[in-house]
């Protein structure tokens, strides 16, 4: 992309005056999506050979959003197939708000542990060596939880596991939208054989996320009823966002 281009987005951007992540895809042909939690935020090259997606620009974040801003990337560059992300500059511009500029990276190491059995490029949950399964980095031993310790029926739709092995399912039958950017929706956690439920609100656009009802003292979000909070990358938070925003 000329550079002159992305220049002129960005100041665009700068204009408008909301926080926001702007992406212009670049590479030829598509990828299927990546999971934004495996999206890495990179401030060098790196050695491995990669394919780049795309130009990343992001503007007006608070000062200390860092985490808020690189959240938010992964959920931008995710839908191109992107697994890293390369920040080339940031910054606090003239009004004391966060900006950085970069491109979407696809590791061509990744692309080359793609099914070969198909035409479709889909990733491989996990490599065999020797026969044996070699699980993939955040596949946990609560993965293996049986169903029959905690029996759900079939309106519960799984959103993921936490890096402490908490379980956590959505409720499709019961998802709403109060508004246009909020989602409201059931979410149920399991930690071995306890569980809870919570009724959330997420904000898509704001990446913000609260607790507005529970049917039982929550596990996963301890957070105040009714207080928004950021969404914090690598948390129940963000598995939920995922899959009410990215899925929308």
């Known amino acids: 992309m000329n550079p002159k281009n992305i220049i002129v987005i960005f100041l665009l951007l700068v204009l408008i005056g909301c926080a926001s992540v702007d992406i212009t895809k670049t590479a030829k042909g598509f990828y299927d999506p990546t999971n934004p939690n495996d999206v890495e935020i990179l401030k060098t090259r790196p050695d491995k050979s990669y394919e780049e997606l795309g130009t990343i620009t992001a503007v007006h974040f608070r000062a200390l959003d860092t985490a808020t801003m690189h959240n938010a990337i992964r959920a931008k560059s995710a839908p191109l197939g992107a697994t890293a992300v390369i920040l080339t500059q940031e910054g606090i511009d003239n009004d ?61 739709k799984k959103a993921g596991t936490t890096l402490n092995g908490m379980q956590l399912f959505i409720d499709n039958n019961t998802k709403s939208e109060p508004s246009e950017d909020i989602v409201r929706v059931w979410v149920k956690t399991i930690a071995n054989t306890d569980n809870c439920t919570d009724l959330l609100e997420i904000d898509c656009v704001q990446l913000k996320i609260r607790k507005i009802d529970i049917a039982k003292e929550s596990l996963a979000f301890p957070e105040q009823t009714n207080e928004w909070k950021f969404i914090v990358p690598e948390t129940a938070s963000e598995l939920i966002f995922n899959s009410v925003c990215l899925k929308k």
């Open 96 to 156: 004391g708000n966060r900006w950085a500029m970069g491109v979407a990276i696809r590791s061509l190491y990744v692309a080359n542990l793609t099914d070969t059995t198909s035409d479709i490029k889909k990733p491989m949950a996990s490599l065999t060596v020797d026969k044996k399964p070699v699980p993939s980095p955040l596949m946990t031993a609560q993965e293996n939880i049986h169903k029959d310790k905690i029996e759900l029926s079939e309106q519960w």
